[in-house]
Structures are given as structure tokens and as C-alpha cells.
């Protein structure tokens, strides 16, 4: 009785998947690399819309009520008051 070898064909066999597990492995790393940095950019985004939003209620909690006729002065830079006589047309006589 003359039976094929089945280790040699085992020995192919495990090789390919020796192969497999190896290229399985090495792109199992590379996206697990890839969820990291996606994980660390989401906390940074996440840190500065927190910040724009503290900055957009900053600036909201500064607007006039709408009954109030003042200038805005949302950058904070003083505004000097003005005078109701200053605001008339020089007049030609």
C-alpha cells in the first residue's frame, strides 16, 4: 500500500496559513494604530468645540436685551458714549 504523504501537504498547508495569520496580524495592528489616533483626534475636537462653545456663550451672555438700544460691544473694546447733540448734521447757514 502506497499512501500519500500527508505531512508534506500539511507542511504547505500550515505554511499558507502560518502566511495568513502573519498578513492578518500585521493589518489588525495597523488599524488598531488607526482607532487610536482616531480615538486621540475625537478628545482634541471634542476639547475645542467645548471651548468654542464657552466662547459663543461668552459672547451671547454680552448681547443687549432687544429692548436695549446700546451699540453692540461684543470684542470688548470700549465704546465712548455718545451725546444725542453730537449726532447732528452741522448746519449750513
Do not use: C, F
Not at 500527508?6 to 488598531?32: N, W
Not at 478628545?43 to 438700544?69: C, F, M, N, T, Y
Amino acid at each position: 500500500m502506497n499512501e500519500p504523504n500527508p505531512l508534506s501537504s500539511g507542511d504547505v498547508d500550515l505554511d499558507a496559513l502560518s502566511a495568513s495569520i502573519q498578513r492578518l496580524s500585521e493589518k489588525i495592528a495597523l488599524v488598531s494604530d488607526a482607532v487610536k489616533n482616531l480615538s486621540q483626534n475625537r478628545v482634541q475636537l471634542e476639547g475645542k468645540i467645548e471651548g468654542a462653545q464657552k466662547r459663543i456663550q461668552h459672547i451671547l451672555s454680552r448681547l443687549p436685551e432687544q429692548s436695549d438700544g446700546r451699540q453692540l460691544n461684543l470684542l470688548g473694546e470700549a465704546i465712548p458714549p455718545t451725546n444725542a447733540e453730537d449726532d447732528s448734521e452741522p448746519t449750513t447757514h
